[in-house]
């Protein structure tokens, strides 16, 4: 019997998703597990599989499409059913039309200084296309005729970044849309040919690279004058999210905080030493330690692996560190599991591939979701110290800085050069009071300054 197919929840905070592809065709048999279409949700894309076995009757989406949680996307049954009824149901619960593009507002400029556009650090799950405008009495919109601009996530924030028009570009990827390498190329082509190149010349683009924290920096675009003061561009479906848990946590989760400058010299030896006899194997970093630190400080303090759930605190028997990984337009958070049990150069080969699956939106539900406690590191951009807001239901984030060179007081008194970083830990007062954040920190200090005792 035919069935109307609703979009799945692919992560812990999905409400809302856009179908990037199918992966079957209209009329392919499928079996429950079978992999239909591939779903970009506010973490990352993920796999939508089938459930039930049958014929893909109809499709009720298209490629590009953003579908709410639950709406109909596909209806599945025998061959050569009628499914004239599921038609009329899905059209009448929302099957989704394309959307239309939002038209950009433009306040005309009242200075004679010219404003520049904002650029946005990464991109985004979809969101409408904005198009620069000159000043009118009227609320600007694209050109008439010229219908949905379809351009992927990526697209649209790298041509932000690089200041490209996407209306000048033509698509390589399905039905004409204008992907990330369209948006490269027309930028390299650019660069090309005031280097007296011709535009088929220009070097092949490779992924550069994988590092635990990605951020492109924007190219420095010159004042349009006829831009007017500034631009809105329309929040993606990951900053969207982020913004609204984001606030949530901040607004219920009552915050406070213990700072502690803590020994580097020790840990810097130690990764130095690894990395010596791990040679060409891999890499050892100064977070995948801390992540070791971490999880070894949880097991001796038990009472912060927890969360509150309203009438109880749960205590987690497993530890599953969180580890914050900024990508195009946002961020997630990859979990190490069981990180207490696991050696550091294990946790050091996950990072890595987690960190580098993130930035392809290819991690799957279960690796983004269940962490016990969360390492926010920062320190790669030699920000010293800052504060991080927890990610509920977690009742602490360590935050970590970058390790500054700095002169101390030696045991005999004499002032040496040393090497210190500060760390700090936010910590949800409804679980853990200010005694046993600090019992915890102490833990973490110890681990962290006697690093030969990470891998016993």
Known sequence: MAQIL?????SPTMEEGVLVRWTKKEGDKVAPGDLIAEVETDKANMDFNVEDSGVLLKFLVKEGDTVKLGAPVAIIGNAGEDITALLAQASASGAPAP???????AKPAVAATPAVAKSAIAPAAPAPAVAKVAPTPAPATAPAGAGKLLASPLAKTLAIELG???RTLAGTGPGGRIVERDVKLAAEGGTAKANGHAPDEAPAFED???QAIAVRTPRQMAPDASAGEY???PASNMRKRIAARLTEAKRDVPHFYLMRKLDAAPLMAFRARLNELLGDRGKVSVNDLVIKAVALALRRVPECNASWEGEAIRHYHQVHVGVAVAIEDGLVTPVVRNADQKGIGAIAAEVKDLADRAKKRALKGHEISGSTFTVSNLGMYNIERFTAIINPPEAGILAVGTTVDEPVIAKDGQIVAGK???VTMSCDHRVIDGALGARWLQAFGELFEKPESLAL
């Open 231 to 233: 631009e809105d561009v």
């Open 6 to 10: 609703g979009l799945p929840k692919l």
């Open 99 to 105: 959307a239309k593009p939002a038209p950009a507002v």
């Open 420 to 422: 210190r970083m500060t």
């Open 208 to 210: 550069q690279p994988t």
């Open 164 to 166: 490209i028009d996407l």
